[in-house]
């Protein structure tokens, strides 16, 4: 069954903060795991320091994927953990003509 993920990967490490270049990077591995995504940049706070995040949202039935990239950006950045939402699927709205 497909649900939906938000996942919060937020950009500050042990020894400072995650590039723009490093965060497209790690973007490449999200797009070789889903074929749609949406990226926001938004604030969140990690053990009461504020820091810029960014939050994925995919809607899949493939949970294990989600795990990986969640494990990767946690191994990539040196993380203590990544948050995730998990929710009902997200609906689409589409042309008459076709039907998901």
Partial sequence: MKQTYQMFFGLNTPTGTISEDSWK???????MSFAGYTVQ????????????????TVTTKY??????????YINMFNQDAVGLLVSEPMRFVTKVSEVY
């Fill in 41 to 56: 940049d938004c604030e969140g706070a990690w053990k009461g320091n504020q820091e810029a995040t960014k939050l994925v």
């Fill in 63 to 72: 949970q294990g994927k989600i795990k990986d990239v969640c494990s990767a």
């Fill in 25 to 31: 990077a790690f973007q490449d591995v999200i797009s």
